[in-house]
């Protein structure tokens, strides 16, 4: 099983860009989590995607020519 990101870490997008981890943030009524994370390149964008699709397979039918297996892997 794959550990789940932590804060101030770097973890690459299978479509080959770094982003830092943030934190990782429940939701108060579901309690699903999410990761916060910004693009290493432009830190002033955010973004929140919830942790089992950060942390979910890349869909090889859709982007055949990917090389990572997971959607976002640590760097």
């Given at each position: 099983?794959?550990?789940?990101p ?5 973890w ?8 830092e981890?943030?934190?990782?943030a429940?939701h ?5 989590k999410f ?6 390149n432009?830190?002033?964008r955010?973004?929140a995607?919830p ?7 890349t ?6 020519k990917a090389v990572q ?7």
């Amino acid at each position: 099983m794959r550990e789940n990101p932590k804060a101030h870490e770097i973890w690459r997008h299978f479509k080959n860009n770094d982003y830092e981890i943030i934190t990782v943030a429940e939701h108060t009524e579901t309690g699903e989590k999410f990761v916060i994370y910004k693009p290493v390149n432009n830190p002033e964008r955010h973004y929140a995607r919830p942790l089992r699709m950060f942390m979910s397979e890349t869909d090889m039918r859709k982007y055949p020519k990917a090389v990572q297996r997971y959607r976002f892997e640590k760097k």
